[in-house]
């Protein structure tokens, strides 16, 4: 029962043994250039995390991959596909295995409080147009253990599921609502919005934001019609952009 319905993310799709990182690749490629194109790959010799650091996936037994896009899309909807893409991972999750996911801002997702994914965003741009768009996901699948030190405790699908699964029903379940939030967020985006908090535990709780030149510390109050984090701080109300900062 794999089944891709989707009209265009996934149509071109590039399947690789090993690459330095799916998001360098896709985004240097000018063979592999159609919006919605997909490249996956088994191992990734530099997978990236925010901030140079690193994501680290055994070879064969996880997802990682890359979608391009290619639409001129504001500032503003770069925010907005950052959510979707985390919300298109839980979405999954919870389909096919019933699995109990939060959704961390910007983007981490969350079972049992173990990182199950993550995602990075990176664009290339000609003056003040973004001409290409990046969304890097990695999901722990079928990694049975993840040895190393980690500031939040990994964890898969196998651990939490208790089973081995199939990557494939998962790329594609993936990339059905992949898309199908894409097509939301130009029409409806609150509804995508709505159904992020809905999973975010952390709204309404203390949390601390650091940033490289200075850590906040306040309520997590919501996130705004754009997807930004609003902080309540002692003295004032901060709009937290995603691209610079950890959130504890
Ligand atoms: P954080 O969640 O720590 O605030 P972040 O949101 O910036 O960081 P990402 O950019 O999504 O995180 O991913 C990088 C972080 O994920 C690194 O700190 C790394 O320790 C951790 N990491 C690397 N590989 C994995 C993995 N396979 N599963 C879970 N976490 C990982």
């Known amino acids: 029962d794999i ?24 985004l240097k490629s000018k063979d592999f250039n159609q919006h919605g194109a997909v490249l996956l790959a088994e191992y990734q010799t530099h997978g990236k995390g925010r901030k140079n650091r690193e994501w680290i996936s055994n070879s064969g ?8 896009l290619k639409q001129n899309y504001p500032e503003k ?29 910007p983007n981490d997702v ?10 990075l965003l990176e664009s290339t741009s000609k003056g003040k147009k ?31 599921f208790k089973s081995i699964v199939s990557r494939e029903r998962l790329l594609s379940e993936f990339l059905n609502l992949f898309e199908y939030l894409l097509d939301t967020a130009l ?24 940033q490289d030149k200075q850590t906040l ?13 609003i902080l309540k701080t002692a003295d004032k109300v901060e709009k937290i952009h995603y691209g610079d900062v950890s959130l504890r």
């Not at 037994?61 to 391009?68: C, D, G, H, K, P």
């Not at 839980?90 to 801002?105: D, H, I, P, R, S």
């Not at 969304?135 to 405790?153: W, Y």
Request: proline letters at 3%; aromatic letters at 8%; one cysteine or more.
């Open 187 to 210: 029409e409806k985006p609150d509804k995508i919005l709505n159904d992020w908090r809905e999973r975010c535990k952390m709204i309404g709780e203390k949390v601390k934001i650091i």
């Open 61 to 68: 037994q996880n997802l990682t991959f890359s979608i391009l």
């Open 3 to 26: 089944k891709l319905d989707t009209e265009i993310i996934g149509r071109n799709f590039v399947y690789c043994d090993e690459v330095e990182s799916t998001n360098d690749l896709l």
């Open 77 to 105: 909807k770069i925010n907005l596909i950052n959510l979707l893409s985390s919300l298109a991972v839980a979405q999954a999750l919870e389909n096919l295995y019933q699995l109990n996911v939060e959704l961390k801002w």
């Open 130 to 160: 973004i001409e290409k768009l990046v969304v890097g996901v990695g999901i722990n699948v079928n990694q049975p253990n993840f040895p190393g030190k980690f500031e939040i405790q990994p964890t898969s699908i196998r651990k939490e």
């Open 110 to 119: 969350l079972v049992n409080k173990k990182k199950i994914a993550g995602i």
């Open 217 to 229: 510390i306040g309520v997590f109050d919501d996130i705004d019609d754009d997807g930004y984090l």
